[in-house]
């Protein structure tokens, strides 16, 4: 068996020598391991041209889930699975299919797990794998950029500036047909149940069923998150509503700030998504 790591040495924690933990690992193990480092300047044809020249049989993402996405773009559609190394700030994507973040746990499940399909969902041009939303996290995730203090505290600070900052949205949401109109805070688009942070923010969702949820933040009710967190009780629907679909076009008044899995995009003011069924192959 050949393993093919694609390591973002950029991704969280720096006191960590990824490649020195994995190749450690593998060292009396009766499998071929290829250890690619992205580059400052890496691009997706890149990312492809060594999966092509590697012809691995596992393909794994070690990062966070922006190294994650790189390869399940360069994989879309593959039925060559992919693993997950969680060593990036979040790690959102790991949480949501109980990887752990103990590097050498993590590599168990890649040589003894099991591929597993789950769909994606496609935002305008971009692939989501996890969670994207319109308005206040987003903000929230263009200010955690800029500080030089990561992890929970640097996400803390974020947040605090961004209650203070972000001015709540008009929205319109047309699914199946019809047509929601309504002041927003924010409104996510959940392929997955929580942000990396361990808020759950969908507690409905799948990542291997046909639909996504659309969760329509109506005010800054983190209050209702957090009920919904700790007493698993339903939201309250003049706060937040959910709505589940295969497909939805959200336009916002004006430019609204767009974050797809932890990585800011910019303003815009529509976002159109559909499911990608069965999209890409994780080892769970």
Known sequence: MKLLFIINPGSGSHDIDLKDVISKYFIDKDIEIDLFELPDDCSMDKIKSKIDQSKADKVIAAGGDGTLKLVAECLLNSDTPIGIIPAGSANGMAKELGIPTNIEEALKIIEHGKPKKIHLVKLNDEICIHLSDLGFNAYLVKKFDTLPNRGMWGYAKATWHALWNHKRMDVEIKIKGESV???????????????????????????????FEIILVKDYSYLEILKIWFTKLPFNPKKIEVFQTSSVKIASKHKAHFQVDGEYIGKINTVEAEILPAAISVIV
Request: hydrophobic share 40%; no cysteine; glycine share 10%.
């Open 181 to 211: 109109k309504s002041k927003a805070a924010m409104v996510a688009i959940a392929n997955a149940t929580m942000y990396g942070t361990g808020l759950k923010i969908n507690p409905d969702g799948k990542l291997d069923d046909d639909l």
